[in-house]
């Protein structure tokens, strides 16, 4: 969706209450950018993993400038 678009990602092992390990991994892009500096097109995705589960949840934001009406 964003080619060459600014990327950060973070990942975290969680110790569960069985004594199992899930993860957790988070990627945020940045597609584009207003001309003030702030992004325009930024999408994050969230992946867990948890006792042989994968689940992505992904957001999408994007913002423009308004007339100042």
Do not use: H, Y
Request: hydrophobic share 45%; proline share 4%; net charge positive.
């Amino acid at each position: 969706m964003m080619a060459n678009a600014v990327c950060s990602a973070a990942q975290r092992s969680v110790a569960l209450a069985d004594g199992s390990l899930g993860e957790i991994e988070v990627l945020l892009r940045v597609g584009k950018w207003l001309p003030c500096g702030i992004p325009a097109l930024f999408e994050r995705i969230i992946t867990t993993k948890l006792a042989g589960t994968r689940r992505v949840s992904r957001e999408v934001w994007s913002l423009e400038p308004t007339d100042g009406t």
